[in-house]
């Protein structure tokens, strides 16, 4: 009986604690719009862990449709992500807002050109937003990163897909580079997950029904 009772204690933490871990996902909105192309990952300061959007829409065709793109960060994720990628042509750009704000007014950090790390990477396919770049690559891109810098001495307001998209401002990028652009989400005014205090309780009652199980088989 009480075998079958710490059984049933088990398995309803378990469901506890994974109840809390989901409960502890953020939403947040950003409208983004990229000459050619972009995607949109999830991590932290040392490593990215999700991808959480692959555009597949040319970019005239983004300025028509602004629609505000909903995304979750998973607990453990406090930065995002933009891949901007440029097909060729004028100079690229990328530009958007973020729960509202202009992406431009907070602190960006934007990495080295990556191109070279993106499999299969060619100006055609990003130019018609037919690429999609893996987690995978985007990971090995990213641990290769040889330098980051300020996206702001990178700002740009008079590029044609920024003024037709009407944000105002964006980043700007030399044509056919692919580059990472760094956004601290809480900076972006999006809140970081937390673990919660009542999901540790509930794995560390976890940890003790466990031991009193071994203990009474």
């Known amino acids: 009986m009480k075998n079958k009772f710490l059984k049933m204690a088990f398995a309803g933490l378990v469901l506890t604690a994974s109840g809390f871990a989901n409960a502890s996902l953020m939403t947040f909105e950003m409208s983004i719009v990229a000459d050619n192309d972009f995607a949109v990952f999830s991590g932290n300061a040392t490593n990215i862990n999700n991808i959480l959007y692959q555009n597949n829409v040319g970019w005239k065709t983004q300025i028509g449709n602004l629609s505000s793109l909903s995304f979750t960060l998973a607990a453990g994720d406090d930065k995002f992500y933009v891949l901007g990628m440029g097909g060729g042509g004028q100079e690229e750009n990328i530009s958007g807002l973020i729960n509202g704000v202009n ?79 760094s956004f601290d989400a809480e900076d972006a005014g999006v809140k970081v997950p937390e673990p919660s205090t009542l999901a540790i309780f509930a794995l560390g009652l976890m940890g003790l029904a466990s031991r009193r199980f071994k203990k009474k088989s």
Do not use: P, R
């Open 103 to 181: 992406m431009t007014s907070v602190s960006v950090a934007m990495s080295s050109n990556l191109s070279s790390y993106l499999t299969g990477y060619n100006n055609f396919d990003v130019e018609a937003a037919t690429y999609s770049a893996s987690l995978a690559d985007v990971q090995n891109a990213f641990s290769n990163v040889s330098s980051w810098s300020d996206a702001a001495s990178n700002l740009n307001s008079t590029q044609t897909v920024i003024e037709k998209a009407g944000y105002g401002s964006g980043f700007a990028f030399s044509t056919g580079n692919a580059h990472l652009f």
